[in-house]
């Protein structure tokens, strides 16, 4: 069984919130994707004012809890 060896908290920039616009910019997940995680509450989001905005720390868990090592 091969491990995970991506370190997410190295590739994504620093920063405590990031806009949907910034996510989709970073080429980490789409806009339309990660509207439907937001929406299907898939990934846990801070609404400020009309804005949603994805934590750094939230970004990281999710993409961690779906990073699958590939079968060699």
Do not use: H
Request: hydrophobic residues 45%; glycine residues 2%; charged residues 30%.
């Amino acid at each position: 069984m091969a491990t995970m060896i991506t370190n997410y908290d190295k590739l994504i920039p620093e920063g405590v919130l990031f806009s949907i616009k910034q996510i989709d910019e970073m080429g980490i997940i789409k806009s339309d994707l990660l509207k439907k995680l937001i929406y299907s509450r898939k990934i846990e989001v801070t609404k400020l004012a009309s804005k949603n905005f994805i934590s750094r720390t939230a970004l990281i868990a999710y993409l961690e809890e779906n990073t699958f090592a590939c079968e060699e």
